[in-house]
């Protein structure tokens, strides 16, 4: 976000979650943030903490899926989705970390029509299904490879800490970890 440099109108964090990502989007410039998330507890917490305060002028938030009740175009859209895809019926109740089939699609397809033309699409993603053997699937490089959508500009990738060693669970797989930030804008239509 510090190396933004395109127009500061608007924002869409979709998962706004904590609102960690909200709270850059605000701190870096841009003059309304919508958050969006499945989770009430979310929107529910993010509005007490923010109260009455220049932060809940500055961000609205709907309690909703993907992009709730905003559908106007906008410069920046940020997703932080959910890293693993639901493997059992168990899976279903923790949506923070795992997906359904159909999320990323939906995703897309609604990103398709409310990110503005010269805008940009950032999603922070995660290795962890493939080093862990739940998929070989990447939903965000399927995509790209299979979709007339989005266009990668910029891939960031960046390794995983080491876990506490106080820590009991499995974590061999964490020394290949990386977390991905893509940035895609709109395929050119050529």
Not at 50 to 73: C, N, P, V, Y
Not at 74 to 94: A, G, K
Not at 139 to 151: L, T
């Given at each position: 976000?510090?190396?933004?440099?395109?127009?500061?109108?608007?924002?869409?964090?979709?998962?706004?979650?904590?609102?960690?990502?909200?709270?850059q989007l605000v701190g870096h410039g841009f003059q309304k943030v919508y958050g969006t998330d499945i989770n009430p507890n979310a929107i529910i917490g993010l509005t007490e903490f923010m109260g009455d305060t220049k932060l809940s002028r500055k961000?609205?938030?709907?309690?909703?899926?993907?992009?709730?009740?905003?559908?106007?175009?906008?410069?920046?859209?940020?997703?932080?989705?959910?890293?693993?895809?639901?493997?059992?019926?168990?899976?279903?109740?923790?949506?923070?970390?795992?997906?359904?089939?159909?999320?990323?699609?939906?995703?897309?397809?609604?990103?398709?029509?409310?990110?503005?033309?010269?805008?940009?699409?950032?999603?922070?993603?995660?290795?962890?299904?493939?080093?862990?053997?739940?998929?070989?699937?990447?939903?965000?490089?399927?995509?790209?490879?299979?979709?007339?959508?989005?266009?990668?500009?910029?891939?960031?990738?960046?390794?995983?800490?080491?876990?506490?060693?106080?820590?009991?669970?499995?974590?061999?797989?964490?020394?290949?970890?990386?977390?991905?930030?893509?940035?895609?804008?709109?395929?050119?239509?050529?």
């Amino acid at each position: 976000l510090k190396r933004y440099k395109g127009p500061k109108k608007t924002a869409i964090d979709v998962g706004v979650g904590s609102g960690a990502l909200s709270f850059q989007l605000v701190g870096h410039g841009f003059q309304k943030v919508y958050g969006t998330d499945i989770n009430p507890n979310a929107i529910i917490g993010l509005t007490e903490f923010m109260g009455d305060t220049k932060l809940s002028r500055k961000i609205e938030l709907d309690h909703a899926s993907l992009f709730g009740k905003w559908d106007k175009q906008t410069e920046l859209i940020v997703f932080n989705p959910p890293w693993l895809p639901i493997s059992s019926e168990n899976d279903r109740t923790d949506k923070a970390m795992y997906y359904p089939e159909e999320l990323f699609p939906d995703f897309f397809a609604a990103a398709k029509e409310r990110l503005a033309v010269d805008g940009k699409l950032l999603i922070l993603f995660s290795n962890l299904a493939q080093i862990t053997d739940v998929t070989n699937d990447h939903p965000i490089e399927n995509e790209i490879a299979h979709h007339d959508r989005f266009q990668l500009e910029r891939c960031y990738k960046k390794r995983v800490k080491a876990a506490s060693d106080k820590t009991t669970r499995e974590q061999n797989w964490r020394a290949s970890e990386e977390v991905e930030l893509w940035v895609l804008v709109h395929k050119n239509s050529d």
